[in-house]
């Protein structure tokens, strides 16, 4: 099946700082990838569609300026948390649409993001 | 709002045994279920998807039903291994969102 991959896996980042995060499709294009986030014992959560060429959507209470979403090009989607606090720490997973079944998603290994 | 339910938080069987995990849904109308695997700290990984139109789907020694009456999924492991151990989460899709249950731990034992 198609590979997603994440960069980094894990950071830690003080207070007040910015972090960003890759998503890259390694084998195939993604015109749409979907960022999630997962706290501990709890289910995945969509926070943002990421559009190639166009704005991100934004699923309500997910502060846009807060989780910038670039979608550089076809195969990389970035997810930069601006001046993170500890309540920003989670498990960070971003995802891309598969080309062979319809609707069937591919997901990254995801990020963990611990905010000092 | 929609609200989506997995049996327990935690299943414990006999390796050989079959595994059965629920997933039960409200105030929604999905297109599609997928039933996902997690191990712990890892992304999910794709194992089936079901469509409103279908009622039963099988992969290897996975099955999938789907009642869109009942609002009710339910995925079977037959002949389970402790590979199988990992969390499973079911997720109802529209279009390509999708929205997904807290998951169930399955532990096999030896």
């Known amino acids: 099946g198609a590979v997603v991959s994440q960069h980094p896996s894990r950071v830690i980042c003080k207070s007040g700082t910015s972090v960003k995060i890759e998503c890259r499709s390694l084998?195939?294009?993604?015109?749409?990838m979907f960022w999630y986030r997962q706290f501990p014992k709890q289910s995945l959560m969509l926070m943002a569609t990421?559009?190639?060429?166009?704005?991100?959507?934004?699923e309500q209470g997910v502060e846009k300026d807060k989780f910038l979403i670039n979608h550089a090009s076809l195969t990389l989607s970035t997810l930069t948390v601006t001046s993170a606090h500890p309540e920003d720490s989670s498990f960070y997973i971003c995802?891309?649409?598969?080309?062979?079944?319809?609707?069937?998603?591919?997901f990254g290994p995801g990020t963990r993001l611990t905010v000092l | 709002s929609q609200k989506i339910e997995q049996n327990s938080e935690a299943l414990n069987i006999q390796e050989g045994k079959t595994a059965t995990l629920t997933c039960n849904y409200t105030n929604y109308s999905p297109a599609y279920l997928q039933w996902y695997r997690q191990d712990p700290g890892r992304g999910p990984v794709f194992l089936l998807l079901?469509?409103?139109?279908?009622k039963e789907k099988r992969k290897e020694r996975l099955k999938v039903t789907f009642d869109t009456t009942l609002k009710q999924s339910l995925f079977h492991i037959t002949a389970s291994q402790p590979a199988d151990s990992a969390t499973y989460l079911c997720a109802l899709g529209d279009d390509y969102k999708l929205s997904f249950g807290a998951g169930t731990t399955v532990t096999v034992r030896a």
């Open positions: 079901i469509r409103e139109n279908e």
């Open positions: 995802s891309a649409p598969g080309q062979e079944i319809i609707n069937e998603q591919f």
């Open positions: 084998d195939f294009q993604a015109t749409t």
């Open positions: 990421s559009n190639e060429g166009s704005k991100a959507t934004y």
